[in-house]
C-alpha cells in the first residue's frame, strides 16, 4: 500500500507565496518521478512540475521562474514553492508519483488526495 499525503494550501493574496509539501509512504521500493498536477474548475488536470531521482526538473511554461519544485530522495518528499502566485494558479493540486512498489516489479503512479490553493484578494 501507497500512500501520498499533502500539505500547504490554503488562501493567499495575488502576489503571495505557499509550500506545498507531499510525502510519499508505504510499499516503496524505488521512486522515478515525482511531480505537481493541478486542476482548476472546468478544466483538466495540468502538469506544473516533475522532478526526477536526479534533480531534472520540468515546468509549465505559465509557472517558470514562480515555481520552484524539489524533493528529499532519503524522505521521499517532494515540495512546491510557489511564489508570485496569480488568481489563475487558483486550482486544486495534486502529488503524483511514479514509483516501483517492489524490486525488479512494475512501475506505477499514484496520486495524493488533493490540496487546495486559492489566489484571491
Known amino acids: 500500500q501507497v500512500q501520498l499525503v499533502e500539505s500547504g494550501g490554503g488562501l493567499v493574496q495575488p502576489g503571495g507565496s505557499l509550500r506545498l509539501s507531499c510525502a510519499a509512504s508505504?510499499?516503496?521500493?524505488?521512486?522515478?518521478?515525482m511531480g505537481w498536477y493541478r486542476q482548476a474548475p472546468g478544466k483538466q488536470r495540468e502538469l506544473v512540475a516533475s522532478?526526477?531521482?536526479?534533480?531534472?526538473?520540468n515546468y509549465a511554461d505559465s509557472v517558470k521562474g514562480r515555481f520552484t519544485i524539489s524533493r528529499d530522495n532519503a524522505k521521499n518528499t517532494v515540495d512546491l514553492q510557489m511564489n508570485s502566485l496569480k488568481p489563475e494558479d487558483t486550482a486544486v493540486y495534486y502529488c503524483?508519483?511514479?514509483?516501483?512498489?517492489?524490486?525488479?516489479?512494475?512501475?506505477?503512479?499514484?496520486w495524493g488526495q488533493g490540496t487546495q490553493v486559492t489566489v484571491s484578494s
Open positions: 503524483n508519483s511514479d514509483l516501483r512498489p517492489r524490486a525488479y516489479g512494475p512501475q506505477y503512479r499514484y
Open positions: 508505504g510499499s516503496i521500493f524505488s521512486i522515478n518521478v
Open positions: 522532478i526526477t531521482s536526479r534533480g531534472s526538473t
